[in-house]
Structures are given as structure tokens and as C-alpha cells.
């Protein structure tokens, strides 16, 4: 009965994908009130966070980006085209899934981010802190791969 009780919980706190996801007039969804948020594309001091920007073409940007989304810990892409990535991120012990979309900007150089939660209200910095480590990664990976040896 216990074991149960905790696989009802643990697969609750999964939720479900939100319908919100995906571009809509050039943009990702702005965040919600709640501080489980963050964005490149909102104003708002306590959900703003900076793009990644892009110094090679933005293609390749995208594959990179690829790159390190999927070599993440309990990370899954659910979504990658030229344009547009969605990620779904699986905490290890509550098994609560975060939802991390991106958005090539070409003409500003830039690729747009957008992590959230799916429950609760707080993710205790948990999407800042993700969304950092992929913008130091972005830093440290060269932009092209070096040349193959002969």
C-alpha cells in the first residue's frame, strides 16, 4: 500500500506537458507570475535571463546547442529543428520535469532560452542555475569542431 501511495505521488509530480510550449509569434511563452520561471525574452528582473549569444553561423550554434542540451544529466530532447529545441529535465528524486525550450534569433545573433517548471510554485533557483551551466558550457565549447587529423 505504501509503495503505491508513493509511486501515485512520484508520477504526479511529473505533469503534464504544457500546451504553452512552442513559438508563437516569434516568441516563446512569457513566464507566469510565480518564481519558477525563467526568460530571455521577458523583462522582468526576477525571470530575465541573458540569451546565449552566437559568434559563428547560427546553424551550427544550434547544433552545438544540441550538443550540450543532450549531453546533460536527465536530460531528453523532445524537440530540435534548426530553429527551435525543447528539452524536458528530470529532477533525480521527486522525478519533477522542467521544460527548457530555445529560439534561434538570427538576425540578433542571439538564441533565446525559456526554463520552467511544470508544478509547484518555487523551483528553488533550479532553472537559473541549469540555464547557467548551459551558458558556461556555450562559453567553453568552441564554436566549429576542430579538423579531423589526416
Known sequence: ??????????????????ATLGVRDGRLSPCPASPNCISSQDSDAGHSVEPLHIAGPPLQAMERLKLIVGGMKRAKIITGTDHYLH?????A??????????????KNRVIHVRSASRVGYSDLGVNR???????????ILPESPPPARP
Open 129 to 139: 542555475k541549469r540555464v547557467e551551466a548551459i551558458g558556461h558550457a556555450w562559453n
Open 87 to 91: 528539452a524536458e529535465f528530470t529532477s
Open 1 to 18: 500500500m505504501i509503495a503505491l501511495s508513493c509511486a501515485l505521488l512520484f508520477a504526479g509530480c511529473t505533469g503534464t506537458r504544457p
Open 93 to 106: 528524486l521527486f522525478r519533477f520535469v522542467d521544460d527548457v525550450e530555445f529560439l534561434l534569433d538570427e
